[in-house]
């Protein structure tokens, strides 16, 4: 499977606290477990008008990164409010 990229509104900070308790190997950003490598780009800050959105993108590679993309979608899912 190719690289997916994710562009994620969840702060950096809990991003990395996930994916380094995830992962059996860290170097700085970038995080590798079974069969999958994430890495954490810089926060980045996107402007809708006058609103300031903030935005974390995630470089998810390997033969496993579905498994990974899945496990972080469940783990951030919210229901808004």
Known sequence: MGEIVVESGI???R???YFAEAASNREENCFRGDGWQV???AEQVVYMGALAITRTKLRISGANSGRILADYRLRFLS???
Do not use: E, S, Y
Request: hydrophobic share 50%; no cysteine.
């Open 15 to 17: 991003l990395i606290a």
């Open 79 to 81: 229901a808004g409010g």
């Open 11 to 13: 702060p950096r900070a």
């Open 39 to 41: 890495q954490v780009d």
